[in-house]
């Protein structure tokens, strides 16, 4: 006796990807992109304006992407639990 897949299951629709999900993907490639930047910057040497935008930009971009995928979520589940803890005043 072979076993059916039920039609709903065979055409469930996929989720989109959470956001905690693109956050880390955008953080690790553009991480990458710096990692290779410097790798190439001293044989290649590009202009001022092209080392300012890599060396501060992407910099920032990349922690701050790692602030808001790792430590946001942490420091938001901190406050819950302060909350939740402590007496209400209403």
Same mark, same amino acid.
């Given at each position: 006796m072979s076993e059916t897949i039920p039609a709903s299951a065979a055409t469930s629709k996929r989720r989109p990807p959470r956001t905690a999900t693109v956050l880390r993907w955008v953080h690790l490639l553009s991480g990458m992109l710096i990692s290779v930047y410097f790798l190439f910057m001293p044989e290649d040497g590009w202009s001022? =304006?092209?080392n300012t935008v890599m060396g501060q930009g992407v910099v920032a971009f990349v922690a701050w =992407?790692?602030?808001i995928r790792w430590q946001l979520p942490r420091y938001r589940r901190w406050r819950a639990r302060r909350r939740a803890s402590s007496p209400s005043a209403v």
């Open positions: 001022d =304006t092209v =992407t790692g602030i």
